[in-house]
């Protein structure tokens, strides 16, 4: 059951690469996919790491200025 997950996700995340003209080798900008995938992404001074917020308007991710940059990203890619 767990390999179905794993195998689905990659193939989801390879087809979204390649449909925002990323080949599945280069690094990409995850701020730049926020951008082109329409989700609005805002720093905001809150104890947590982040918050995906999708409820019918403009999709936004919502991340803790108070985490170091690398953590944000990691951040964002995950929600």
Known sequence: MMKEVYT??????SQIRLSLGY?????????????????????VDINM??????????PRI?????RPATRRVFTCAHE
């Open 8 to 13: 689905s996700a990659i193939k989801k995340a």
């Open 49 to 58: 790491e982040g918050l995906y917020i999708s409820n019918g308007e403009l």
């Open 62 to 66: 919502l991340l803790s200025n108070l």
């Open 23 to 43: 080949n599945l080798y280069q690094p990409i900008n995850i701020y730049d996919v926020c951008a082109k995938l329409g989700i609005e992404v805002q720093l």
